[in-house]
């Protein structure tokens, strides 16, 4: 069965991840294309070689099998419910929305209309970090911290990450990266966070973040991130008798060798990972997951709400200067 989707916003992700993923996918084809602006869906239509394209309605509307939404962060829930309520799978992008709250309720309506959500952490499927899990196992001894770093120089003015009604800042669109990163290489969720989230004056948006997650048998992660930075897209874990590290971790592009590195015994090794599309992957995942032509690899839904309780902690301990437990988060 080859499926039909439904982009709904032409987006700069879109067009450098989503529409090359699902040209070369065997799985799916662009069944309909939707944009604030009609012009502009027409004109994506026919660079992409799709006959159907309108507003977002229009989309949620259609004949579709998915959605893949590309919104600013802050117009995620509402599309999701949308396209749930219709019926339509979702493929959302990270981060899935902007409070706990949120993502409950599209975690809901989906069961309860029985359609899948997956956030669109695409890193999540690099090979590499499959790699740096056995040398974990292998190498690292005691796995103590997981540090995380991601950051990238300013955005410019009109760009959403400063909208703070569309959900912007750098926690939501950055940080989640690494924090996502720690539980995937702890392969639990934390009991515990403290964090530092610096605002920007002009814009009311977080524009630096740091912090401190807390995962159980004493294992600790940092993470820092922030707009107005030299690029960095890393983490490094650290045990008892070794230490490893990536040269890319997030934002890998299709064509990028990245490496992952052990220090050990005060020497460096290097493995190097051939490139992959990881949005390709994911989206070859997706598909497959709701064709029923694979098992889950994991509970899309479960860890988009355990990732989303986990941004909600974060905010509240930058909002109440506090160490936040996650038992908290109701
Ligand atoms: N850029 C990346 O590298 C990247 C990577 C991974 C994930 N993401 C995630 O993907 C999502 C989109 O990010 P992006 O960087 O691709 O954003 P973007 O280029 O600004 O695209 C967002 C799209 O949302 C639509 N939109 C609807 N209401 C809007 C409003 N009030 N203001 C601006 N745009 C509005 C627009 O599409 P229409 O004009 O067609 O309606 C716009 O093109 C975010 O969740 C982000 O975290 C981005």
Redesign the pocket.
């Known amino acids: 069965m080859v499926l039909k989707i439904g982009a709904i916003?032409?987006?700069?992700?879109?067009k450098?991840?989503f529409f090359p993923a699902i040209n070369s996918s065997q799985l799916a084809n662009v069944e309909y294309i939707g944009?604030?602006?009609l012009k502009?869906?027409e004109e994506w239509a026919k660079k992409y070689g799709c006959s159907k394209f309108g507003t977002y309605d229009d989309v949620i509307d259609s004949n579709i099998d998915a959605v893949y939404i590309?919104?600013?962060?802050g117009?995620?829930e509402e599309w999701t419910l949308k396209a749930a309520k219709a019926g339509k799978h979702v493929l959302c992008?990270?981060?899935s929305t902007t409070s706990y709250e949120s993502a409950k309720k599209m975690v809901k309506t989906g069961k309860e209309n029985n359609i899948r959500i997956l956030e669109?952490f695409a890193f999540r499927f690099h090979p590499q970090h499959k790699q740096i899990r056995e040398l974990i196992c292998r190498e690292i001894g005691e796995l103590h911290n997981f540090y995380g770093i991601y950051g990238f120089p300013l955005p410019l003015e009109d760009?959403?990450r400063w909208?703070k009604e569309?959900g912007g800042g750098v926690l939501n669109?950055v940080s989640c990266y690494p924090i996502y990163a720690s539980r995937l290489v702890f392969q639990s969720e934390p009991i515990s966070v403290l964090s530092h989230l610096e605002f920007d004056k002009k814009f009311d948006v977080d524009k630096s973040a740091d912090v401190i997650l807390k995962y159980p048998n004493e294992k600790t992660a940092f993470v820092s991130s922030g707009f107005n930075n030299y690029y960095q897209s890393k983490y490094s874990v650290w045990g008892s008798k070794a230490r490893i590290s990536t040269k890319r971790a997030y934002?890998v592009p299709r064509d990028y060798k990245t490496s992952v590195y052990l220090d050990k015994n005060d020497k460096i090794s290097e493995t190097i990972i051939p490139p992959v599309d990881q949005f390709a992957i994911m989206f070859d995942i997706f598909c497959n997951v709701i064709t029923n032509n694979i098992k889950n690899p994991y509970d899309f839904e479960n860890d988009l709400l355990e990732q989303a309780k986990l941004m909600e902690s974060i905010r509240i301990s930058s909002h109440e200067k506090r160490l936040v437990p996650l038992s908290e988060i109701k």
């Open positions: 916003g032409c987006s700069d992700v879109a450098r991840q944009s604030r602006s502009k869906a590309s919104l600013p962060i117009l995620h992008e990270k981060s669109g760009n959403i909208k569309l669109d934002a």
